[in-house]
């Protein structure tokens, strides 16, 4: 396969196995679609992956995840190896393609409200490419209304729509697409089966929906778990506020009761989506989402608690502070949204040195490594809780940790 000439494109289909189509995917060399374009090649397709990330594009051509993600790098070779995918920034890719998944979410600006020209941008971009009969695919997550919109532009062009939101969990993409059931939403009875078949070699079901169903669907979902983490979170502050050991409080509300296992551990509850959702839920809303605002207070809050935890303990004028954990989840490399560098700048403006480390993160130059780090702090504070700090050896240092 040719892989900078467009039109060597166009025997894909006929060379596609078991039905398979010929795919590009919008955003293609991001968390949510290089997982996504692996999995579709693994069950037959042939995936162009399109981005304008050079440094992600030339990483995957090579075989590389540029990110972590379990049995991701091994599964991509196998791919590329058996000519089913390749990476590019060239958009012209879209027009020989039967299917385009588009996986670029909706961005929040500094006013918390939704910033959907994002994709009024994907359109004019790709919108010249476009040709008759195919299907666009929105994978992220978008504000309520954004797929009828869509929708109504792609008709001029004879090309449907469908909104089929991703549901994995980051770092774990290959094992829950076996398991997680894909909800689809389409504007013809055609878009909605050539979807179904798409996802039938990724997913074990379907779910039907329309438009709106599905748009709120993955919004509620997010801003659910992002409202059990900061009920989680009211808990520890109105406990440790009081003296009182969260741990053994959480245990004992748990222990062998089933109608406490669904309650969650404290922590930072970041990353790149369960904030933004809820920020637009309760734009949709119109203000009136009490809980979502809340949640964000209460979630957000804790970068500062943590700060306050520290000043307990130490005389911050004086301190060194280590910070262990700078991705915004365990066992991940990804900082977007992370709330450890909400606790860093704030103790940038109380401590005498604040150091940070993490030996996932690569994009950080400030890092320093972990052993280093525990010489040199008076007090550590566990920001992600990666599995490698349960046996690290703290040598007798003050240590804050929230997580159970």
Partial sequence: MNKSDPNSYSHLQALSEKGGSAVAIVGGCGHVGLPLGVALANSGNFVTLIDINKKNIDLVNAGTFPFLEKNGNESLARQLKQGRLLATSDYSWISQQNIIIVTLGTPVDEFQSPTPRIFMEMYENICKFLKSGQLIILRSTVYPGTSEWLAHKLKKHDVSLAYCPER???????????????????????????????????????????????????????????????IANEFFRIADSHGVNYENVQRIMTFEYPRGEGLKSPGL????????????????????????????????????????????????????????????????????????????????????????????????????????????????????????????????????????
């Fill in 168 to 230: 994995i969990v980051q770092g774990n993409a290959f094992e829950e697409f076996s398991k997680i059931p894909q909800i689809i939403a389409a504007d013809t009875e055609l878009s909605f089966t050539k979807s179904e078949k798409l996802f039938q070699g990724v997913s074990p079901s379907t779910i039907r929906a329309n438009f709106m169903e599905a748009e709120l669907a993955k919004l509620f979902l997010n801003t659910y778990r992002y409202i059990q983490f900061a």
């Fill in 269 to 404: 509850a970041a990353g790149p989506c369960l904030l933004k959702d809820t920020q637009q839920l309760i734009v949709f809303s119109e203000n009136h989402f009490n809980l979502g605002s809340a949640a964000i207070q209460t979630n957000e809050g804790m970068a500062l608690y943590l700060v306050s935890m520290a000043e307990r303990l130490v005389d911050l004028k004086v301190s060194n502070i280590g910070l262990l954990g700078m991705a915004f989840k365990p066992e991940s490399d990804d900082i977007r949204s992370s709330l450890s560098y909400k606790v860093r700048k704030m103790l940038q403006l109380k401590a005498k040195n604040v150091y940070s480390s993490d030996p996932f993160v690569s994009t950080d130059h400030n890092l320093i490594d972990m052993e280093l780090l525990i010489d040199l702090s008076d007090i550590i504070i566990i920001c992600s809780p990666h599995d490698i700090y349960k046996s690290l050896n703290f040598k007798n240092k003050k240590v804050i940790n929230i997580w159970i």
